[in-house]
Nanobody, 127 residues
């Protein structure tokens, strides 16, 4: 059984930073690309960032490009999201997700392309 567990969320002032972590188990982590999504109250879940299974390619939503960095540690089976220069509009529950397909290098930003999800971690940015 696959488990994804996010951590690192919290309350931060605008302009501050947070680093989210997502620990994976139950699947060969290194075979799957990983993504981060977020969902604000009353809004649909939206794509934030993606990293390929090999870690050599990343992709970001325009809204976070230049501020967020996704990375992964194959040894620790963990994917990270470093969030800098946070804005109040970044407030949301953040979810990590594992790609449906092995060794995918396709840039997928829709929730249906991800097979497994964590429970989410709340990020609140105050103005």
């Amino acid at each position: 059984q696959v488990h994804l567990v996010e951590s690192g969320g919290g309350l931060v002032q605008a302009g501050g930073s947070l680093r989210l972590s997502c620990a994976a188990s139950g699947r060969t982590f290194s075979m799957y690309s990983m993504g981060w999504f977020r969902q604000a109250p009353g809004k649909e879940r939206e794509f934030v960032a993606r990293i390929t299974w090999s870690g050599d390619s990343t992709y970001y939503a325009d809204s976070v490009k230049g501020r967020f960095i996704i990375s992964r540690d194959i040894v620790k089976n963990t994917v990270y999201l470093q969030m800098n220069n946070l804005k109040p509009e970044d407030t949301a529950v953040y979810y990590c997700a594992s790609d449906r397909n092995k060794y995918s290098r396709v840039v997928v930003t829709t929730t249906t392309e991800y097979a497994y999800w964590g429970q989410g971690t709340q990020v609140t940015v105050s103005s």
